[in-house]
Structures are given as structure tokens and as C-alpha cells.
């Protein structure tokens, strides 16, 4: 390090860069440039401040833009970025757009993946729009949602799951936000998709809503019916 410092006495050009002098050794941690020469020399340099490096501001501590702003060149301030873009790093010179599944509020340093139950097909957007009725997204980062398929269905907005069709209810499409009741002496198939009837040797129930086996000693011998027979 000592062979970047000036002799003691001589007028000597403060470089662009703090890490040089300011950080590149331990006996200087946490000082900016000016500090640590003055101090290693016990203040017997004249030091000169030429400017700020590109990405950088103040001329008496060159400072570099942070993470979730970048360097403007025309009024050399760091400039916070817009909703919708991001810079993850120091001494940007640019904010760049967030991707579709993303998205960002003013200042951020990192985009944000859209939540399940939320979908973001367009880049450089603020927020991310929820799953419609009849879909539903159950992972991060997401450019679309899934269709509710056959046996089930989505009666909400920002669902993660389907809803299963209950007992006696059935639905044949995909997403659909309900689901349909069986046909009268009919009952649901065992996925929701679609009902049949009672087969033979059973009947159907107006209780259960359901098939049940013909007691001992009884038959039927028919479908759709809803006796047995000694």
C-alpha cells in the first residue's frame, strides 16, 4: 500500500477510488480516502480533490450509489428506481426492468417473485394480479394460472388450490366455478367428472344421496332403481 502514497510534503492528487486507500488495508478500515492519507502521513500532505469516479457523488467522500437506485450523469445524484425495476448492485447506471413473474416498488435492490394465487405476465409492473374464478397458481414467480380441472372448480379470485366437488355434485369441464348436483337417482362417479346410475343388486338412497347394496335376501336386478325385491 505504501507505494501508492505520495512522499511527505508533496501536493498529491486524491485518485478516484476509497477502496485505495480507505479500505484496501486494515489500519485505515472505515476511513474515506482524504482521512487516510492525512492520517498516515500526520496531516504533512497537501491533498487536492479532483472529482468523484463515474457512479459516485459528494467530492469530499466519494460515495457510490447503492443497491435500488443508479448514478444520473446530467445532475450527478443518485436517483432512486421506479416501481417496477430494480439495480442489485452498487455504482448502476441503470435501473433495469423486473421480468414477468416479478415485480417492485420504488427503491428496491431485488425484484419480487409473484405469491401463489397471483400470476404477472408483463415485465416492469409494480404488483401482481390475482388468480380470475375458475384457476388457481400454487407456485412462485408465475406468468399464468391453471385452469381448475374436471371434479372441481374455484368460486374466489387468488385461489392456490381447487375446490373438491362434494358428494352428489360432479363438473365435466375445466374451469368452471361450480360444481352441477347429479340428476335425480343418479350419483357422482368416484372422481366428480360426471354421475351414472345405480347398478344391479343396488338402489338408490334419498337419504345418503347414494348407492347402497340390496340388504341380504333382496335383489334388483335394474339399474335406476330404487326398491330391492324379496
Same mark, same amino acid.
Given at each position: 500500500?505504501n ?30 480516502? *482524504?482521512?487516510?492519507?492525512?492520517? /498516515?502521513?500526520?496531516? &504533512? ?8 469516479p463515474?457512479?459516485?457523488? $459528494? ?20 436517483i ?26 420504488? /427503491?428496491?435492490s ?7 394465487? *397471483?400470476y ?5 409492473? =409494480?404488483h ?6 375458475g384457476?388457481?397458481? &400454487? ?6 394460472? *391453471? ?13 392456490? $388450490? ?5 358428494? $352428489?355434485?360432479f ?9 352441477n348436483?347429479?340428476?335425480?337417482l343418479?350419483?357422482?362417479?368416484y372422481?366428480?367428472? $360426471? ?7 343396488e338402489?338408490?338412497? =334419498?337419504?345418503?344421496?347414494n ?18 325385491f324379496?
Amino acid at each position: 500500500i505504501n507505494s501508492f502514497f505520495p512522499k511527505i510534503n508533496d501536493t498529491f492528487t486524491v485518485l478516484y477510488y476509497q477502496q485505495l486507500f480507505g479500505f484496501a488495508t486494515p489500519q485505515f478500515s472505515g476511513l474515506d480516502s *482524504k482521512a487516510a492519507i492525512l492520517h /498516515h502521513y500526520n496531516s &504533512n500532505v497537501t491533498l487536492e480533490i479532483i472529482g468523484c469516479p463515474v457512479g459516485s457523488f $459528494n467530492l469530499s467522500n466519494c460515495s457510490y450509489c447503492p443497491p435500488g437506485t443508479f448514478y444520473d450523469f446530467s445532475s450527478n445524484i443518485c436517483i432512486v428506481c421506479e416501481s417496477g425495476t430494480f439495480s442489485n448492485q452498487y455504482n448502476s447506471s441503470k435501473c433495469d426492468d423486473c421480468p414477468v413473474g416479478t415485480w417492485s416498488q420504488k /427503491h428496491f435492490s431485488v425484484c419480487q417473485q409473484c405469491e401463489p394465487g *397471483k400470476y404477472q405476465n408483463k415485465s416492469k409492473m =409494480d404488483h401482481c394480479e390475482e388468480c380470475q374464478t375458475g384457476y388457481y397458481q &400454487n407456485e412462485y414467480g408465475q406468468t399464468n394460472c *391453471k385452469p381448475c380441472k374436471p371434479g372441481t372448480f374455484s368460486n374466489s379470485s387468488g385461489l392456490i $388450490n381447487c375446490f373438491n366437488c362434494i358428494d $352428489n355434485t360432479f363438473q365435466s369441464e375445466y374451469q368452471q366455478i361450480k360444481c352441477n348436483l347429479c340428476p335425480s337417482l343418479m350419483v357422482a362417479n368416484y372422481n366428480h367428472q $360426471n354421475c351414472s346410475f345405480c347398478l344391479p343388486g343396488e338402489i338408490f338412497s =334419498d337419504f345418503s344421496r347414494n348407492c347402497i347394496q340390496c340388504p341380504n335376501g333382496t335383489y334388483q336386478q335394474q339399474n335406476n332403481c330404487t326398491q330391492c325385491f324379496p
